[in-house]
């Protein structure tokens, strides 16, 4: 059974950069792609990156594009999410995810997901 576990969030200024751990345990071969996500309250969850997880192609939400940037270890299971120039609005709980779709942003192809790690930036 596949579990994911984040870390790495925290309480940050505006302009510091953040980097996000998710470590992947359990993991079966119908996964292929690993995603992050984030909500903030009364939004729905919101797509920040995915990467496959054999192929290493990297996908990102737009907006977001040149400041996050998504990688993996697969020696170690490892998932990462370097966040740069952070700014209020990416105040979030990020969540690591799982998935089969390799073509995939919609979080229902997801179906394995971490608790999430809090990230707070103060402006």
């Known amino acids: 059974q596949v579990q994911l576990v984040e870390s790495g969030g925290g309480l940050v200024q505006a302009g510091d950069s953040l980097r996000l751990s998710c470590a992947v345990s359990?993991?079966?071969?119908?996964?292929?792609?690993m995603g992050w996500f984030r909500r903030t309250p009364g939004k729905e969850r919101e797509f920040v990156a995915r990467?496959?997880?054999?192929?290493?192609?990297?996908i990102y939400a737009d907006s977001l594009m040149g400041r996050f940037a998504i990688s993996r270890v697969k020696a170690s299971n490892m998932i990462y999410l370097q966040m740069n120039n952070l700014n209020s609005e990416d105040t979030a709980v990020y969540y690591c995810?799982?998935?089969?779709?390799?073509?995939?942003?919609?979080?229902?192809?997801?179906?394995?997901w971490g608790q999430g790690t809090q990230v707070t930036v103060s402006s």
């Open positions: 990467i496959g997880w054999n192929s290493g192609r990297q």
């Open positions: 995810a799982a998935g089969s779709n390799i073509w995939s942003s919609d979080p229902r192809d997801f179906r394995v």
């Open positions: 359990g993991l079966t071969l119908d996964v292929n792609v």
